[in-house]
């Protein structure tokens, strides 16, 4: 078998141990098909911009059938004991660990990001599957103090029922299992569309929901590269009662429009704009290191990437040299090469939203102080600028990329006011040592998630999400299933 390290082969299938966890065919009520009419869409190696597979391209009529299918199949797997729900999820989660290698190849060839980086995602998203596998035989109900001498009150809680859901390109594993492992969990059925640009991780997933033993129907992946029909059906099929997307808040605001006219309960991951703050009493080169992660993992391609750097003036210039240094570092190339750090970007639209904005910064006053070049194909170096203001494109735009922005702030409270100044919510960082300054600024910052002297907070045990528009929802923790839920009130007159 070729390795995927050196060979530069484009046989995707020749590159894995086990080739049968490529397909190209959609996993729909529990058969792989191809669309009716006999259409495909490519799937394109950002990295070398060869195709790697052609996939079906469905329509709204067969992820009705799909949609059908989960709706039969929750009927005995919800009426199953949780035990047994969560013996098959855990038996998921083994297969997802024991292929870890094979699903990061097929993340990587589709997606780009670095093999490494791409099996961590595996680890990362399987473990949603292995943590709401067990929060299943946790759906506890309550037995209520009665109001009447002749009324015993109860509470339970049920499947919300069938679940549409629609997820992007950057993490295409993960993202599924953030939401199909609490909704398999709370019985309900499945029906998944993941990017156009990454459906293969989907696939790979569902060969090994098949093999955990997953019932037919239940758990459904409906390749498309018509996103906004597929949203229509999530959106305007009755038989939907939940529809759960991770993406931009461009599209979230769309998909919550649609889903209004069926009163469609929703669960929103959106965008971000995070900002990352240094203070004076910050340790620099914990700092640097959490930029670093924070900036550039995923090649900056993650809605939780610090997005603006505001670092206070006393220690600006260290920060900037320190951190230029290790930019500087980076490897970038080819994922599936060995060392690499950092992969091509998605698409053409994304390398010139970089170059966007780092002409923007130069324009109006910022300088260079390293990368700030595209390279061949989608491959973009990383990038530092400084002296950038509140006035240019970067504060309020997600840049989605390599570049790094530096503001300069003298106050604590300026420094606040910034970082607040946004329509989004979602993640946020800060450096500091003063553990009064950490209390002030950590309840001052309007987000959904704030990391305190760490760059990476990405957790199933916790709870993911944001405020303002950035989302609704939190997914992973145990606060996650309760989107997949429905409270039923019994009042029982004895
Ligand atoms: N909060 C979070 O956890 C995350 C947020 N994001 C955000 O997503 C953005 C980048 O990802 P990106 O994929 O470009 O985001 P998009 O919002 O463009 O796409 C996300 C998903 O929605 C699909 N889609 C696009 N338009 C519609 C529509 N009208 N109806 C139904 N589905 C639609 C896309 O399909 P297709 O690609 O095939 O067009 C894709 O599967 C960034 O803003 C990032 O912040 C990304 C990841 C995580
Ligand atoms: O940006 C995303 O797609 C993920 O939500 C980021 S994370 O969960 O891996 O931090």
Redo the contacts with the bound molecule.
């Keep these: 078998m070729p390795d995927p390290r050196t060979d530069q082969t484009t046989d995707l299938k020749s590159l894995l141990a086990d080739p049968d966890l490529f397909r190209t065919r959609a996993y729909v009520a529990g058969e792989w098909i191809d669309a009716d009419d006999g259409k495909t869409f490519d799937v394109v190696n950002p990295a070398r911009g060869d195709v790697i597979a052609s996939v079906a391209d469905l329509t709204r009529t067969e992820v009705a059938r799909a949609i059908d299918a989960a709706q039969q199949a929750m009927q005995d797997w919800a009426a199953r004991p949780a035990k047994e729900r969560a013996k098959v999820m855990r038996k998921w989660f083994d297969l997802m660990m024991e292929n870890q290698d094979d699903l990061g190849i097929i993340l990587t060839a589709e997606m780009g990001k670095p093999l490494a980086e791409a099996k961590g995602e595996i680890a990362y998203g399987a473990s949603f599957i292995e943590w709401f596998g067990e929060e299943a035989k946790r759906i506890y109900g309550e037995i209520i103090p009665g109001h009447m001498a002749d009324k015993r009150l109860s509470v339970i809680r049920q499947p919300i029922g069938v679940v549409g859901s629609?997820?992007?390109?950057?993490?295409p594993n993960a993202?599924i299992t953030?939401k199909c492992g609490p909704a398999i969990a709370a019985g309900c059925g499945f029906v998944g569309?993941?990017?156009?640009?990454t459906p293969l991780s989907a696939l790979a997933l569902a060969v090994l929901a098949e093999r955990a033993g997953l019932p037919k129907g239940l758990f459904s992946i409906v390749t498309?590269?018509r996103?906004?029909?597929?949203?229509?059906e999530?959106c305007e099929n009755p038989t939907v009662r939940k529809l759960t997307?991770?993406?931009?808040?461009?599209?979230?605001r769309?998909?919550l429009r649609?889903a209004a006219d069926q009163v469609l309960k929703c669960s929103?991951?959106?965008?971000?704009n995070a900002p990352f703050i240094v203070f004076d009493d910050a340790d620099l080169d914990a700092a640097v290191e959490g930029a670093m992660a924070s900036k550039f993992r995923n090649n900056g391609?993650?809605?939780?990437c610090a997005n603006r750097i505001y670092v206070q003036s006393g220690v600006y210039d260290e920060f900037a040299e320190k951190l230029a240094e290790a930019v500087k570092k980076l490897n970038v190339g080819d994922g599936l090469k060995e060392g690499v750090t950092t992969g091509p970007l998605?698409n053409e639209d994304?390398v010139e939203k970089v170059q966007e904005h780092i002409k923007d910064v130069l324009d109006y006053g910022g300088a260079l102080i390293t990368g700030g070049n595209r390279r061949e194909g989608l491959f973009f170096e990383p990038t530092v600028v400084t002296g950038v203001t509140d006035a240019m494109k970067v504060a309020n735009e997600?840049t989605?990329g390599p570049l790094a922005p530096l503001f300069r702030f003298d106050t604590e409270q300026q420094a606040i006011d910034a970082a607040n100044d946004t329509i989004f919510g979602?993640a946020s960082y800060f450096y500091a040592r003063d553990i009064s300054r950490i209390t002030r600024v950590q309840e001052a910052l309007e987000y959904g998630i704030v990391g305190v002297n760490t760059g990476i907070i990405s957790t199933e045990v916790a709870p993911?999400?944001?405020v303002k528009q950035?989302?609704l929802g939190r997914?992973g923790s145990r606060h996650g299933i309760e989107d997949y839920l429905e409270m039923k009130y019994i009042c029982l007159s004895i």
């Design positions: 629609i997820t992007p390109w950057n993490f993202m953030r569309r993941p990017a156009a640009e498309s590269s996103s906004s029909e597929i949203g229509k999530f997307f991770t993406g931009s808040t461009e599209v979230g769309i998909l649609q929103m991951e959106l965008g971000g391609q993650t809605c939780v998605i994304a997600e989605f979602l993911f999400g944001g950035s989302g997914e």
